[in-house]
């Protein structure tokens, strides 16, 4: 299983209810899981799985996230913010 922790974005443009009139919420994620249950695959799906997810359990805003009414899409973070 994995936890994600999303954080809004702020942003400056002015948007009626983001989420719900078109226009997405965009979050930072922080991902907690069992980094561990990672072995647990082989060949081509293991390289795929960590290719997302090795060494970004609890790292701070390592995926990406966006949605509205009708999706939801998480992405990879490659540029990370520096706290």
Known sequence: ???????EKWTYPKRKN???DGTPRNYF???EFNESELENYSGEF???IDDIFKNKNHSLFA??????????EIGINI?????
């Open 46 to 48: 293991k390289k795929t």
């Open 63 to 72: 995926f990406t996230g966006e949605g509205t009414k009708e999706y939801f």
């Open 1 to 7: 299983s994995c936890t994600l922790f999303p954080l």
């Open 18 to 20: 983001p989420g719900f």
């Open 79 to 83: 540029k990370r913010p520096k706290l």
């Open 29 to 31: 994620i922080t991902a």
